[in-house]
């Protein structure tokens, strides 16, 4: 199951809740509950700490399922936009962010999940998830790999209200990586 959103950060200057309403399709195509509640994220976070992020994970049960939602609070975090420009060729593959401080990678785009996710006019393609949060002394890495195994990264360092650009070349495929980069000051 893809989830998008937020489409941004959430700076943390007071408690955030995190409502989940999940829904399956039975066989006669009607929606049927999975699972809906609400999460409170506190502001004080707590938890294991990797410099400049902190990993927690909740657990919300309902009478049918449980839900785990993992989330990660950024110290000092500033807010990249990003967007993804085909340039030459077509891509088939996925697109993946990730820091050098935290290895866990937040897909972007996944041409296999595309169904409304397509390139627009202008070449750039439609993101599952066009935001990410990056502690201000860490690298932001965006990979791309193509279907048939195929892969590179361009490698960002977050800059206070900033733009940035680079290109990415991936077998026969040329993109052009472009960032926007401002403070998530609440």
């Known amino acids: 199951m893809i989830l998008t959103g937020p489409k941004r950060g959430l700076a943390v200057c007071e408690d955030i809740y995190v409502e989940t309403d999940l829904k399956v399709k039975d066989d006669l195509v009607q929606d049927r509950e999975l699972s809906k ?21 909740k657990s919300l049960a309902t009478r049918l399922s449980t839900v785990d939602v993992t989330y990660t609070v950024v110290d000092r975090a500033l807010e990249g936009t990003i967007a993804v420009e085909v340039l030459q060729g077509g891509f088939h593959g996925k697109i993946t962010a990730y820091t050098a401080n935290m290895q866990y990678k937040l897909v972007l785009y996944d041409s296999k999940e595309a169904d409304a996710m397509t390139v627009d006019d202008c070449g750039v393609l439609e993101l599952m998830r066009p935001v990410v949060s990056v502690y201000v002394k860490d690298l932001l890495m965006i990979a791309a790999q193509t279907s048939d195994g195929k892969s590179e990264r361009i490698v960002f360092t977050p800059r206070i209200n900033a733009r940035d650009e ?13 960032l926007c980069w401002s403070v998530m000051d609440p």
Do not use: C, D, N
């Open 37 to 57: 509640g609400l999460i409170s994220i506190r502001s004080a976070s707590t938890g294991p700490s990797v410099t400049g992020y902190t990993l927690q994970t």
């Open 166 to 178: 680079g290109p990415l070349a991936v077998g026969a495929t040329k993109l052009r990586v472009k």
